[in-house]
């Protein structure tokens, strides 16, 4: 099983910037797809970015796309996504998780969720 503890939320005008980093341990992930969620105040999460083990791969949704970057550091089992131009939409509770493959853990991630990282766009 692998523990999954996300960081580097906060509040952030509308335009800023925000990096946020997951730190994996336990079985280490390295031939795992590695992704990021969100939860949206009273909805479901939803898949925002995935990278493959090798970091060849890359698949965002279509809202975060050209704004939010997902890389990954295998040596050090971390995940990271930089928000760039955030609005007052991508307000929510981030969470990471990883998967077989990114298409497969965009609708089944295989761990059990951490507590995610609150980010907050002001307008």
């Known amino acids: 099983q692998v523990q999954l503890v996300e960081s580097g939320g906060g509040l952030v005008q509308a335009g800023g910037s925000l990096r946020l980093s997951c730190a994996a341990s336990?079985?280490?992930?390295?031939?795992?797809?590695m992704g990021w969620f969100r939860q949206f105040p009273g909805k479901g999460r939803e898949f925002a970015a995935g990278?493959?083990?090798?970091?060849?791969?890359?698949r965002y949704a279509d809202s975060v796309k050209g704004r939010f970057t997902i890389s990954r550091d295998k040596t050090q089992n971390l995940v990271s996504l930089q928000m760039n131009s955030l609005q007052p939409e991508d307000t929510a509770v981030y969470y990471c998780?990883?998967?077989?493959?990114?298409?497969?853990?965009?609708?089944?991630?295989?761990?059990?969720w951490g507590q995610g990282t609150q980010v907050t766009v002001s307008s």
């Open positions: 998780n990883v998967g077989l493959t990114v298409t497969t853990m965009m609708t089944k991630p295989l761990e059990s």
């Open positions: 336990g079985r280490t992930p390295s031939t795992d797809a």
């Open positions: 990278i493959s083990p090798s970091t060849a791969v890359t």
